[in-house]
């Protein structure tokens, strides 16, 4: 079974990461969820979806949010635990998506700070060169937020901008969010069926 480890933090749209959690486990995959302090605050407010603690509790409450059957393997870890497995080369994880990854995120990442544990396992992916996929969120960015993810492509990221294509004519919402999502799943080597691709 292949396992994800998805982070959700503080910028908009974590309805993205959301979604993404929720195709990861429909594929079959274990996925470990760490949604940062902030990224628990912008998510209430956004999607009106609190999630207050860590564990078996919070992992129900994806898994009701989500409309996926219990029983699922998701684990839902605390931002500051660095005594998961997420931190650790040596835990099998075979890729990380940052979804939404904020500019606070990206610099800390960036500069190798690993201080909290969405920082430390994306290290970790960089420095075990497993699959990291970023997706930023803000605009328009500085040349601190540009050269900051210069940086995290030239360690092997893989920068997927949350910007959905309109050759898609997309008619709803959710159709951009697919899209989005579809993008972020292609990187990581997820069959799904989000969007029709051109050609097809
Ligand atoms: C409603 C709201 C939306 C935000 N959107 C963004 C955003 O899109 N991009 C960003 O970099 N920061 C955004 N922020 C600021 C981050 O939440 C803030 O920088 C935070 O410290 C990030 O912490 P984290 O990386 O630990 O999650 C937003 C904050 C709020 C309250």
Request: proline residues 6%; contains cysteine.
């Amino acid at each position: 079974m292949k396992t994800y480890v998805v982070a959700i933090t503080g910028a908009s749209g974590s309805v993205y990461g959301l979604r993404l959690v929720e195709q990861l486990l429909a594929s079959g995959a274990a996925v470990t969820l760490i949604v940062t302090k902030a990224g628990r605050e912008v998510m209430a407010y956004e999607t009106g979806f609190s999630l207050a603690d860590v564990g078996p509790t919070a992992v129900d409450a994806v898994l009701r949010f989500l409309e996926i059957a219990p029983g699922a393997p998701l684990r839902v870890v605390a931002s500051d635990d660095l005594f998961d497995a997420a931190a650790s080369g040596s835990a099998r994880i075979d890729a990380m998506a940052v979804c939404p990854a904020s500019m606070g995120f990206c610099g800390s990442v960036a500069a190798g700070l690993a201080s909290d544990l969405p920082e430390r396992a994306a290290d970790v992916m960089l420095k075990e060169r497993r699959p990291l996929v970023i997706v930023p969120r803000e605009t328009p960015m500085s040349l601190v937020h540009l050269r900051n993810l210069t940086s995290l492509a030239e360690a092997g990221a893989v920068i997927v901008p949350p910007s959905p294509a309109f050759y898609q004519r997309p008619k709803t919402i959710d159709d951009l969010v697919d899209f989005v999502v579809g993008k972020v799943l292609d990187q990581l080597g997820v069959e799904h069926h989000l969007f029709t691709r051109w050609g097809e």
